[in-house]
C-alpha cells in the first residue's frame, strides 16, 4: 500500500483525530518501527509499518465489512433525520466515516445488514449479474402450497415488474425460505402480495456464501472475518 501521513492513517481508523494524533505525537505516544513519530506529516505504509498508539499495536483495515441483526423497526440508511438507522446502532470501536449500509432491508425487515465503506464489494454484490443470492425467512398470514412454490419457479409477474425465477420452500403452514439474487424494491413481500399472501415478519439469514451469526442479538453487529468476506461475494445457492 502507498504510504500516508501518519495523521491520515490514525483519522481513517478512528483512533484520534488530527489533533489529537499532534498531541499524542508530542507525548512520544506513537512509535513506528520501534521509533517515536516526530512529526504528524510523516509517511508510512500502514500494511508493512508496526504502529503502535499509547501501547497498543495498531491493526489496519482499508475497509470495514460489518455484519449486523438488524431488528425491525430501524432504517436501512447511513442518517436520518427523525429515524434511528443501521448506522446509530454501531458500537464505538466500529464507527468511523464512510460506513453505508450495503443494500437495504425494509424497515419492517430484519437479520442480516452489510455494513461497510467498500464501495466496489457494496456494489458487486447488489448487481444482480454478479449472481450473490440472498435467504430470506418470510412467515406469512396464510398456509403456502406447492403452487406458490411453482410460482416463485417460473417466475412472478407483479404489475410491470418481472422477478427473475426464485427458489421458495415451504417450512412450516405459513412460513417460507425464500433465495432471490435481485433486490428490487419489497421484492420478497410483493412477490408474496402477488400471490395473495401478506408477509407478516421477514428476516434475511444469508448474503452470499455467508449466514447471518446466530450468537448475534437483535441491533448487534461484528466484524467479518476474513473467510467470511471473501465469501460475501460468493455464487453459492440453494436452499
Ligand atoms: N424483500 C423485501 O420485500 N423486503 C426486504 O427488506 C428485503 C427483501
Given at each position: 500500500?502507498?504510504?500516508?501521513?501518519?495523521?491520515?492513517?490514525?483519522?481513517?481508523?478512528n483512533?484520534a483525530?488530527r489533533s489529537?494524533?499532534?498531541q499524542l505525537?508530542?507525548?512520544?505516544?506513537?512509535?513506528?518501527?520501534?521509533t517515536?513519530?516526530?512529526?504528524?506529516?510523516?509517511?508510512?505504509?500502514?500494511?508493512t509499518d508496526e504502529?503502535?498508539v499509547?501501547?497498543?499495536?495498531?491493526?489496519f483495515?482499508q475497509?470495514?465489512?460489518?455484519?449486523?441483526?438488524?431488528?425491525?423497526?430501524?432504517?436501512?440508511?447511513?442518517?436520518?433525520?427523525n429515524?434511528?438507522?443501521?448506522?446509530?446502532l454501531?458500537?464505538?470501536?466500529?464507527r468511523?466515516?464512510?460506513?453505508f449500509p450495503?443494500?437495504r432491508?425494509?424497515?419492517?425487515?430484519?437479520g442480516?445488514?452489510?455494513?461497510?465503506?467498500?464501495?466496489e464489494?457494496?456494489?458487486?454484490m447488489?448487481?444482480?449479474?454478479?449472481?450473490v443470492?440472498?435467504?430470506?425467512?418470510a412467515q406469512?398470514?396464510?398456509?403456502?402450497?406447492?403452487?406458490?412454490?411453482?410460482?416463485f419457479?417460473?417466475?412472478?409477474?407483479?404489475?410491470?415488474?418481472q422477478?427473475m425465477?426464485?427458489?421458495?420452500?415451504?417450512t412450516?403452514?405459513?412460513?417460507?425460505?425464500?433465495?432471490?439474487c435481485?433486490?428490487?424494491?419489497?421484492q420478497?413481500?410483493?412477490m408474496?402480495?402477488?400471490?395473495n399472501?401478506?408477509?407478516?415478519?421477514?428476516k434475511?439469514?444469508?448474503i452470499?456464501?455467508?449466514?447471518l451469526d446466530?450468537?448475534?442479538?437483535e441491533?448487534?453487529?461484528?466484524e467479518?472475518s476474513?473467510n467470511?468476506?471473501?465469501?460475501?461475494?460468493?455464487?453459492k445457492?440453494?436452499?
Amino acid at each position: 500500500m502507498e504510504k500516508q501521513r501518519i495523521d491520515k492513517i490514525l483519522s481513517s481508523q478512528n483512533i484520534a483525530t488530527r489533533s489529537e494524533t499532534k498531541q499524542l505525537i508530542r507525548k512520544g505516544q506513537v512509535i513506528v518501527n520501534g521509533t517515536a513519530v516526530k512529526r504528524h506529516e510523516e509517511k508510512f505504509d500502514p500494511d508493512t509499518d508496526e504502529i503502535f498508539v499509547c501501547g497498543n499495536k495498531l491493526r489496519f483495515r482499508q475497509y470495514l465489512y460489518i455484519m449486523m441483526n438488524k431488528p425491525r423497526g430501524i432504517l436501512s440508511a447511513s442518517r436520518d433525520k427523525n429515524a434511528a438507522t443501521v448506522i446509530d446502532l454501531l458500537p464505538p470501536e466500529l464507527r468511523r466515516d464512510g460506513l453505508f449500509p450495503a443494500g437495504r432491508l425494509d424497515k419492517d425487515s430484519e437479520g442480516f445488514i452489510l455494513i461497510t465503506d467498500d464501495g466496489e464489494l457494496a456494489h458487486k454484490m447488489l448487481a444482480p449479474k454478479s449472481h450473490v443470492y440472498k435467504l430470506y425467512e418470510a412467515q406469512c398470514d396464510r398456509k403456502l402450497t406447492q403452487s406458490d412454490i411453482s410460482a416463485f419457479a417460473s417466475g412472478i409477474k407483479c404489475g410491470e415488474i418481472q422477478f427473475m425465477p426464485a427458489e421458495m420452500k415451504i417450512t412450516g403452514d405459513n412460513t417460507a425460505l425464500v433465495e432471490i439474487c435481485e433486490g428490487k424494491f419489497h421484492q420478497v413481500r410483493k412477490m408474496f402480495a402477488s400471490l395473495n399472501a401478506e408477509v407478516l415478519r421477514l428476516k434475511r439469514l444469508r448474503i452470499g456464501g455467508v449466514f447471518l451469526d446466530e450468537n448475534l442479538r437483535e441491533g448487534e453487529s461484528r466484524e467479518l472475518s476474513e473467510n467470511e468476506t471473501n465469501d460475501i461475494l460468493s455464487r453459492k445457492h440453494g436452499i
